[in-house]
């Protein structure tokens, strides 16, 4: 295996990530379809030989998981494409596509063992068992482990869900054939009949699996919270600019591996010209894009870090926001001075999900008392929900 791994880096080590992980995913279905139409082709023979149900439907496990090897070739090789004009965002997604329809024939058969495992289970059939029987179902078992490792190798190496996924079906194929193979060592030997309930036994784990994967797949296709490890990085490269005050509401969107787009709000001081928050704002989206591939779009949010005024109301803000008890945070704070030198307060109020209390009630609650504080004060409020992570607000 590692030296077709070797073969592989060696091969793609000059192509881009998108064309590498292509490869990687098309050489990966191109081994699926071959090892699995083999071990087809071995099982559905001594099947129909031995008269097994359960080695037979095992054999047609293993030609779905060839024809999950031919989408999933497909789908890598639809994810290859550049965005165009209909797909601005790229082609990634059809890989996931890939691995959700896999994981609906993975559904599928799981739902036919069922369905035969039952018929098996109430009309018994005597099996007759040869030594040839023993040895294709221990190199099915041997091969099958190969392709988990191999799998979730190549699954590792281009961060792939679809060929993770394929891994742990190929993992319930061990499980299948392991199953198979005892009970028909222990029917060979004592004579009981246990063909069906293996196979029923074998066929709810596939079911649980697969039910499982179309969930992941799923969460993916509609936009999920990106991983710990991505926000850290995200993180690290905010918290290395020195240039800005804080920052808040990161917002990530993910099309694939490859295709990541985010905005942020950065918090720069008020008094400086357009033209230097510009600068600071470019290397930032620079730095994103160089460093770990990412479209980044930063909103520039100017903090006033010299008005006494301004300070005060902050403080009067936060006293309000404590006084609920709620875990409630701000940032986004601007002040406006009004023609009749009312104030206009304009903040943004972060609420946490166990937070039972409407954003309409805040809202009103909030201004009432910020008015018995400050006098005729207005505040327009915008209430944040779920954001990716904590923000590094200065204020």
């Not at 149900?53 to 293993?62: G, K, L, S, Y």
């Not at 591939?293 to 301004?310: A, L, N, Y």
């Not at 902050?314 to 009004?338: K, N, S």
Request: aromatic fraction near 8%.
């Amino acid at each position: 295996m590692q030296l077709f791994l070797n073969w592989l880096a060696k091969k793609n080590r000059h192509r881009s990530a998108l064309e590498r992980r292509a490869n990687y995913g098309f050489f990966a279905g191109l081994v699926g379809i071959i090892s699995n139409l083999i071990l087809f082709g071995l099982k559905i023979v001594i099947g129909v030989i031995s008269g097994s149900i359960a080695i037979i439907t095992d054999a047609v496990n293993n030609l779905s998981d060839m024809l999950s090897s031919v989408v999933t070739v497909i789908g890598f090789k639809m994810a290859e494409k550049k965005p165009d004009h209909d797909h601005p965002y790229g082609h990634e997604r059809s890989e996931t596509i890939a691995g959700f329809l896999i994981s609906m024939v993975i559904l599928f058969v799981g739902l036919q063992f069922t369905t035969t495992s039952f018929k098996k289970i109430l009309d018994p059939v005597s099996v007759s068992y040869a030594p040839a029987v023993y040895v294709v179902l221990a190199l099915s078992i041997g091969l099958k482990i190969w392709q988990v490792l191999f799998y979730r190798r190549v699954g590792q190496i281009i961060d792939s869900l679809t060929l993770v996924a394929t891994a742990k079906d190929s993992l319930n194929d061990v499980y299948a054939t392991i199953a198979v193979l005892v009970s028909a060592v222990i029917q060979n030997m004592t004579g009981w009949q246990l063909d069906g309930y293996v196979g029923l036994a074998v066929a709810i784990y596939i079911l649980i699996s697969a039910l499982t994967m179309i969930r992941s797949f799923i969460s993916s296709l509609l936009g999920h919270q990106p991983e710990d490890a991505l926000l850290a990085k995200m993180t690290t490269l905010l918290d290395d600019s020195e240039a800005i005050l804080g920052y808040h509401d990161l917002m990530v969107h993910q099309y694939g591996p490859n295709s990541i787009f985010a905005t942020v709000h950065i918090e720069l001081d008020s008094g400086w010209s357009l033209n230097h928050a510009h600068k600071v704002i470019d290397k930032i989206e620079h730095d994103f894009w160089h460093q770990q591939h990412i479209h980044m779009v930063c909103h520039v949010d100017p903090i006033d870090i010299r008005s006494r005024k301004s300070a005060q109301i902050y403080e009067a803000v936060q006293a309000v926001i404590g006084h609920y008890q709620l875990g409630l945070q701000t940032h986004d704070f601007h002040v406006e001075r009004l023609v009749n030198s009312d104030h206009l307060i304009q903040f943004d109020v972060i609420v946490p999900d166990s937070v039972k209390v409407s954003d309409d009630e805040l809202l009103v609650g909030i201004n009432h008392d910020l008015r018995k504080i400050l006098g005729d004060v207005t505040a327009e409020i915008t209430f944040d929900h779920n954001y990716a992570m904590h923000d590094h607000t200065l204020i």
